[in-house]
């Protein structure tokens, strides 16, 4: 393992004995009810202190206001921040910056992206400063961050006006460092370095990279802030080399200078170099999902990626050491302090995306600090914060082998006891029970395609198409869990999409070392005519762990898709991706179904408690926050379904993408149709994040 070094609340629920706390959560929300960061709080759990919309009055929850800017698309996954009374927003279609004044979501100021280049990003940051510094909403466009004031929308003086760029070089090898992280890092760093990392081995690595959108390129998730750091990954760099490197990697707030870098493959003569046959050929594996961070022990959690390419890995023999993994690093010196494997020789693209959440639990009467990480496999895993270990029981399971020439897949996966939350098989007679007519459209494409699964982690074949359950959606996506310390419980929703792949030999596009093995298709959706997977059962599910004793507290089905099929699709739910918020108030509000609705649900039973039509499905995530009216907010975007519906023949649509709060009704106060004015329409030129019917 490789790093490189530059000289580069508490509170404690009392309702129950075995409450949940969560460290440094209030840490950068403070006693308002500011929303500092994506998650609410520096560990990523998305809980709320606030009470006043409560299980017993959510379901008069009524729209309070909507902000429309005007966009048409398919995806707008931003959760907004609130900062010192002013609501932040990442523009649908523009990447703008919006200030809107949070009681009724007019606009205070704009801060136009740089390159007029629409990104679905997720989240700012923020930086509140340190007395040498102000403070500083942080945003990534393209390969650099750029620092604006929160009061004025204008750049910072004390940055550069192109911003500091977080891109490293462009390069044909990297120079190999030891293990725990002492090269010295040549050049400037930041914005102007093109130097290499020395360290102490030999040789030289490819770096990872290529501009198909993946390699080295930023990614949607806001960076970590730890004091005078900016800590952050990038989607893994891809094939092929010259590329740029994905490292996990921290840059100084005040100079942009590279300061630390870690490369998450282990060096020649390392421990568990040899899971990757030959680690000077490695490209990968860093993290295109979100950190989190533990202030208390100044540790940042990385939930890393898969190694390159996806689905054939003959080049790659071994178990791929931190790949779709749990990392904890120091947050200072990015050394690794543990990491935990959840998948050997990834040929599913199972990466590891959701956020690893710090709480502390009580198992058998003692305290324990746990690391809660939900993978694609649909799977929770609550690990031991100190050393990495699964808290609650698991095991290692045979699994079925690849039969493509020279690829070596891993005997044996973990499974987590009782926490495989997905589906993992599938087979032609259990089917789609939406309707006749679905599971008829299902067969044909089956029988068609001579699909087939042979269990969990069935891996692709040499010859047909194979269905993979979960597909390369998941499972649980980058929404992860939220936590209600109170009860002790993390919540997450789960979806079952499978997906369909077929490998081809004598590919022109197979890497190096695949002995011409590549995936022809490789995310196609296995579904009906309407877009809706082919898989029996439940499509989508919310489900509550209890930390405590790591089994399921309940589980409900999620989404409802009657209004399309009829009362048989009663129960079944609906697929999903975004995350969801925990309050106090004992409620769990998320978009994230492809049923276009915005619902509350109950956090100790799981009840559903209320839910409203939108004008499109939601796939980001909601906060809330007390606006100076008194009154508390929940606010979420209806921008689409994303990943989790791609356009189809029959659902082609753009939709009108909409920012809306909703609190609890004042006398006299008018109704808002959020639906009827925002139809959706067919797509034109400029919509966005519209994607390829698959």
């Known amino acids: 393992m490789k790093i490189f070094t530059k000289h580069k609340f508490s509170f404690v629920a009392l309702l129950t004995v075995a409450a949940v706390t969560v460290p440094s959560a209030f840490a950068q929300q403070g006693s308002s009810s500011d929303w500092k960061v994506w998650g609410g709080d520096p560990g990523v759990s998305r809980f709320s202190t606030l009470d006043q919309i409560n299980a017993k009055n959510v379901s008069q929850l009524k729209p309070a206001w909507i902000y429309d800017p005007g966009k048409f698309g398919r995806s707008w996954e931003d959760t907004p921040l609130l900062i010192n009374g002013v609501l932040y927003v990442i523009d649908a279609g523009s990447s703008d910056v919006v200030a809107l004044e949070p009681e009724t979501g007019k606009q205070v100021w704009r801060h136009k992206a740089p390159d007029n280049k629409a990104r679905d990003q997720r989240a700012l940051a923020y930086w509140g400063g340190d007395g040498k510094m102000k403070p500083r909403l942080i945003m990534t466009w393209g390969d650099s961050i750029y620092g604006i004031d929160p009061g004025t929308g204008k750049s910072v003086s004390d940055w550069p006006q192109q911003g500091f760029n977080i891109m490293l ?213 609550i690990l031991n914060a100190n050393t990495g270990q699964p808290v609650f029981g698991w095991s290692n399971k045979p699994v079925v082998q690849s039969k493509v020439p020279g690829e070596k897949t891993s005997a044996t996966q973990p499974f987590p006891d009782g926490l495989s939350l997905a589906k993992m098989t599938i087979d032609r007679d259990h089917l789609s029970n939406l309707s006749s007519h679905s599971n008829a459209d299902c067969k044909k494409v089956w029988d068609g395609n001579k699909l087939h699964n042979e269990g969990p982690f069935t891996p692709p074949s040499p010859s047909g198409w194979t269905a993979m359950v979960p597909g390369a959606i998941g499972g649980i996506d980058w929404g992860g869990v939220s936590i209600d310390p109170d009860l002790g419980y993390a919540i997450t929703n789960v979806t079952n999409m499978p997906t369909m792949v077929q490998l081809s030999a004598n590919s022109k596009r197979a890497t190096p070392g695949n002995n011409g093995w590549a995936f022809t298709s490789g995310y196609v959706r296995f579904h009906d005519a309407d877009g809706r997977p082919c898989i029996s059962g439940r499509q989508g599910e919310m489900v509550a762990i209890d930390l405590n004793t790591g089994k399921v507290a309940w589980r409900v089905p999620f989404g409802d898709l009657t209004d399309e099929y009829g009362p048989r699709a009663k129960g079944l739910g609906a697929t999903n991706i975004g995350p969801s918020i925990a309050t106090r108030g004992g409620v769990v509000f998320i978009g994230a179904a492809t049923d276009g609705k915005f619902h509350a649900f109950d956090t100790k039973s799981g009840k559903l408690l209320w839910q409203t039509k939108m004008s499109a499905s939601s796939n980001a995530g909601p906060m809330t926050y007390m606006g100076k009216d008194g009154r508390q907010y929940v606010v979420i975007a209806a921008g689409g379904p994303g990943n989790a519906k791609r356009t189809t023949t029959s659902d082609p649509y753009a939709f009108h993408q909409t920012l809306v709060a909703f609190a609890l009704p004042r006398p006299g106060d008018k109704p808002i149709d959020i639906v009827t004015p925002y139809p959706k329409r067919l797509p034109q030129s400029g919509d966005a994040n519209m994607g390829p019917p698959q």
């Not at 070089?169 to 190999?176: D, S, T």
């Not at 094939?239 to 740029?244: E, F, I, V």
């Not at 490292?247 to 200078?257: F, P």
């Open 169 to 381: 070089p462009r390069v044909q090898g990297i120079v190999q460092g030891d293990n725990l992280g002492a090269g010295p890092i040549p050049g400037s760093g930041g914005a102007s370095s093109a130097g290499l990392a020395a360290g102490n081995g030999s040789g030289a690595r490819p770096s990872g990279g290529g501009d198909s959108g993946g390699g080295g390129e930023a990614d949607k998730a806001a960076p970590v802030i730890y004091k005078n750091l900016v800590i952050l990954g990038s989607a893994t760099g891809f094939l092929p080399a010259p590329g740029r490197p994905a490292d996990v990697r921290a840059y100084d707030l005040h100079t942009g200078k590279l300061v630390w870098q870690n490369r998450l493959v282990p060096d020649p003569g390392q421990p568990g170099a040899d899971g990757w046959a030959d680690p000077d050929q490695v490209l990968g594996s860093s993290s295109w999902g979100f950190l989190s961070l533990d202030e208390s022990t100044g540790t940042v959690y990385v939930p890393t990626d898969s190694g390159s390419p996806d689905l054939v890995g003959v080049w790659r023999p071994g178990d791929n050491k931190w790949a779709d993994s749990t990392v904890a690093l120091d947050a200072m010196t990015g050394k690794i302090k543990w990491g935990f494997q959840n998948n050997r020789h990834d040929v599913w693209d199972m990466d590891t995306m959701a956020a690893p959440v710090p709480v502390n639990i009580t198992k058998d009467g003692k305290k324990i600090k746990a690391i809660v990480q939900t993978t694609k496999q649909g799977q929770v895993w």
